[in-house]
């Protein structure tokens, strides 16, 4: 294990986050919130002294860096983050508990939007700004964006490949820097384009910014109590269409950008992804039609809770909690199932499903036919057997973890249904689940043991496991 390398990448990491945070000092200067101003400028100048202090002692690293690290320094990175990003909401009384602040940190970096505030109203809007923007930054990556600012050479696809999400990761273009250069750039435009629509449905500004933060890194955190239910329908179409688009493979995007349409059209995903949104939007609109009244205010409502759930992102505009059983089975399987890879979304992931339909099919063929090659295709193109294998070891993984969340959280004594879909909603980045957890309520009657459970099943979920779990095995800390 190359540590010095290790300890350089976090403290440019913490230097990034501590730069993040001034706009946050800026608002709470303007709104004249003097206490919570100076816990986000004492916050800076913390994170800003670690950083350097870590630098220093790290500066003369060798090169060495290969897979091992990029996992230990995506894992230690995003924890870093979150233990850093917390301490304005301590210092500054807002949330005074440390595990409750950490708890919102990680879940907006790892663009969950799982709260225990129980008035989101009452926060100051440097808190707001600071809880969105780490939606933001999560969505796409923190190390991305470091990628795309810092060229880092041989370590770049080790980063890369740890940090997104997906069953494999490649680059748009020959160069590390640019691919994530292209991505970061896209990610923007569209956060801008968002922004702009919502501002046409006369959302405040400071609104407009906040929940385009929430929507591009499908997180969810909002500035009102009741998520986007109190805005017009306009808005809350708005949000719908850009879920979708968040949700969608970034890659795609490009191919869009080059028009390289061929392409595009061949990819498998995006057809399942979208398939699967219109299915269920039109099952959740029959099953919900006799509470609306109209097909249009249902079609609505159920279009952009499917939207909401597929992608991860957590807003809401109705109490699903209330819709018939049938409705909260579709959303509880749009919860596991998850946006396409390469998106800013989480769940398993479109791409991780069609293989397993596909390894599922295959099995059977094979029993059919034991002396049968049987290739399984993905876009038309062959899927490599490595690639197969650690989607199915990922699968095992992820059940395994649900499972033993389920039973450590359910200690607290909450009913069933509110235990499982606590752990599937952080697992998977999405936030509200179902009974105690629904979209109206919060996370804050757990107890701190569960919530540091919750926790670990958020940066597990976001980072897809491997890179969490590894922090855990002796053989990762061998310098050798």
């Known amino acids: ?5 290790v300890g350089r990448i976090i403290s440019k990491i913490l230097a990034l986050e501590a730069l993040f945070m001034i706009p946050s000092v800026i608002i709470c200067a303007v709104d004249g919130t003097r206490k919570t101003c100076l816990s986000f400028a004492l916050s800076i100048a913390v994170i800003l002294a670690v950083s350097g202090l870590m630098y220093l002692i790290c500066k003369n690293a060798k090169r060495a860096f290969y897979a ?10 995003w924890i870093f983050l979150s233990l850093a990003g917390c301490l304005p909401l ?14 919102e940190i990680v879940s907006g970096f790892t663009t969950t939007g799982a709260s ?75 956060t801008l384009l968002n922004i702009i629509f919502l501002l046409f449905g006369k959302m405040p500004v400071f609104d407009a910014v906040c929940t385009s933060f929430g929507t591009a890194g499908t997180g969810g955190f909002g500035t009102r109590a009741d998520s986007i239910a109190s805005f017009s329908p306009y808005i809350q179409n708005v949000c719908t269409v850009f879920m979708i688009l968040f949700g969608v493979n970034f890659s795609c995007f490009y191919l869009v950008l080059i028009r390289n349409f061929k392409e595009l059209f061949k990819n498998g995903e995006i057809k399942f992804y979208i398939g699967v949104i219109v299915a269920s939007t039109a099952l959740i609109t029959l099953n919900v039609y006799r509470i609306y009244g109209n097909v249009g205010e249902a079609l609505r409502h159920s279009a952009f809770q499917v939207a909401s759930i597929i992608t991860t992102t957590g807003f809401a505009t109705a109490d699903f909690n209330l819709w018939p ?35 599922f099919v295959r099995s059977i ?60 909603a952080c697992f998977n980045n999405i936030g509200p689940g ?15 043991f569960s919530k540091l459970v919750l926790i670990w099943d958020m940066l597990a979920g976001r980072l897809e496991i491997f890179p969490i779990l590894v922090l855990f095995s002796p053989s990762t800390w061998r310098r050798s």
């Not at 795309?148 to 696809?157: C, E, R």
């Not at 490599?384 to 059940?399: M, N, P, R």
Request: proline letters at 4%.
């Open 1 to 5: 294990m190359n540590y010095k390398i």
């Open 68 to 77: 091992k690290e990029g996992f230990v320094c995506v894992g230690l990175s």
């Open 90 to 103: 301590v210092i500054s009384g807002e949330i005074p508990s440390f595990i409750d602040a950490f708890f």
């Open 116 to 190: 225990v505030v129980p008035d989101v109203e009452a926060l100051s809007r440097g808190v707001l700004y600071w809880r969105s923007f780490s939606h933001w930054l999560g969505g796409m990556g923190v190390l991305v964006f470091l990628l795309a600012i810092d060229p880092m050479g041989s370590s770049s696809l080790h980063l890369l490949r740890a940090e997104s999400p997906g069953p494999s990761v490649g680059k748009i273009v020959p160069k590390m820097k640019q691919t994530a250069k292209i991505l970061y750039l896209l990610y923007i435009v569209l």
């Open 325 to 359: 059983s049938f409705s909260k089975a579709v959303l509880l399987c749009l919860m596991v199932i998850g946006a396409c890879a390469g998106s800013t979304g989480g769940g398993i992931k479109c791409s991780r499903v069609i293989l397993y339909i596909k390894t």
């Open 365 to 424: 063929r094979q029993t059919l036919h034991p002396q049968k090659i049987q290739l399984i295709r993905l876009n038309g193109e062959p899927t490599d057997e490595k690639i197969i294998k650690s989607t199915l070891g990922y699968l095992c993984a992820y059940v395994i973890l649900i499972i033993l969340s389920f039973f450590l959280v359910s200690i607290d004594g909450f009913s069933v249904e509110t235990n499982i879909s606590a752990v599937a």
């Open 434 to 448: 179902f009974d105690a957890v629904g979209p109206m309520s919060n996370y804050g009657g757990f107890s701190a």
